[in-house]
């Protein structure tokens, strides 16, 4: 058992200083999947990697209902956090402009498997994901962990607790429904 799970049961359990000793334990991840999401966005953002992660980190730790599994999990949801925080920001950034252009963001569908880099919105990303969802929810998951969390085929396959195999199976399929969507 990792560090992090035990902080994360000792936590659940009332125990507010894991709470402190989670922090460094998670820091790092979390900043890691922030410059992975903010990557994806326009040039000159005006959030930074750090407010991202502590702004992630404040919406994981209100999250008091969730029963944290494991690091793994803790991740996952993390990268869903800062998504929604993204995709947040741009529609505030939207309506604040009252032209309708949400930002710009870089995405690289495929990762290793597309040939040429997709540009696309956030919002319109976010509402073909809940398309694909709607479609299937795993799928549209295992796209959400490798887009949005830049996790790998196995570690996204240990947040959702499946196999890496099926993981390459959602994601191949995820993607080429998000590609014809986005198309």
Not at 57 to 68: A, F, H, K, N, P
């Amino acid at each position: 058992m990792s560090d992090v799970t035990v902080l994360l049961q000792r936590w659940q359990k009332g125990d507010k200083a894991a709470l402190d000793e989670m922090l460094p334990a998670v820091y790092d991840e979390l900043r890691r999947l922030a410059v992975i999401g903010l990557a994806r966005e326009r040039p000159g953002h005006t959030l930074q990697p750090t407010e991202l992660v502590h702004e992630a980190y404040m919406q994981l730790i209100s999250q008091r209902e969730v029963d944290w599994r494991d690091r793994a999990h803790f991740l996952g949801v993390g990268a869903q956090a800062i998504r929604r925080i993204l995709l947040h920001h741009a529609r505030d950034r939207s309506a604040q402009k009252r032209e309708g252009y949400a930002k710009r963001v870089p995405l690289d569908l495929a990762l290793d498997s597309l040939e040429r880099e997709a540009t696309t919105d956030i919002v319109t990303v976010n509402a073909a994901l809940d398309r694909l969802a709607e479609k299937d929810a795993r799928q549209a998951q295992v796209v959400e962990l490798r887009i949005f969390g830049g996790l790998t085929t196995e570690e996204t396959a240990e947040v959702m607790a499946v196999s890496p195999a099926t993981v390459k199976r959602d994601w191949a399929s995820g993607v080429l429904w998000l590609r014809r969507e986005l198309a």
